[in-house]
């Protein structure tokens, strides 16, 4: 009697460690890397569409980058291709989990274009396939841009300060598309995606010209592609900026100096330093600088001397 207990709660405890076992797949599953949407950001981490216990999806456009996955905004455990660097290529490959940071920190190379990839891990060892998306449509979560970017260089006031740069909000949830007032001198610019020194938008070549109103390409840029733009003006100019991140595009667009006396006749609303920092809601009593001023007609650059 003793002898079949034992082994009936043998049997349980292989059952119930079964049972735990296939319980414990992730409930999400995210793309990350500078060839994903949200590139390497945790937060931004693009989130697939799961279709079964352990089954996810996802259809889209990659980026030329590196990409991996991690289960939430966290970098442990992820999941990668057995060897760092693979190519991601249409087939079916083995994916390797890391659980510590001493393990490999696998990622896949991947060439720009429209992928579908489908991430298993209901069999004896994950896997990934991967087909061409080009002809297929879109199948995720929208992908998730920051609400506020960062102009900084020293083409803006903010020089290279990361407690000065200037942010440009989103014109909508989820657009992509940044708009702000910019005052602009010779100099370098890029647009960071928070106040860090990762992830950015910046120039597609090195030391693109920006030479004044146009539009001007744009990408994503880290670390390892810090492509900036050189500005290059006879004089610092105030211009209306929109950041198209999903189009890929910055439009730059001269905005005329009004006159103070023209300021003080229509009756200044709310004033900002050069910063976009609120000082007030009059010209009176301001001292000397440069200064945002928006009245009922729009938005200005006034210099008080």
Known sequence: MCCIMKKFYSLLLISVMFLSAAAEQPSRMFLIGDATPGGWSLDDATLMVSSGDGVYEWTGALNAGRMKFVIRHDWLPSYGPAADNMPLAVGTVELTIRNTYEDSDNSFAVTAGRYSLRMDLTGATPQLTI???????????????????????????????????IGMNETGYNSGVYAGELALQTGELKFLKQKDWGMAYGATSANAPLTGAGEYDIMSIDDSNDLKFAVSLAAETLFNVTVDAAAGKMTVAAKQEMALENVLAEGAVEVYDI???????????????????????????????
């Open 131 to 165: 087909e061409d998306g080009t002809s297929l449509p879109d199948k995720g979560y929208a992908a998730v841009y920051p609400e506020i970017i960062y102009a900084i260089g020293s083409a803006t006031a903010a020089g290279w300060s990361l407690d000065d740069a």
């Open 275 to 305: 910063q976009g920092r609120f000082v007030a809601v009059s010209t009176e009593d301001l001292p000397a600088g440069m200064y945002i001023v928006r009245t009922v007609s729009g938005s200005s650059k006034i210099v008080i001397y």
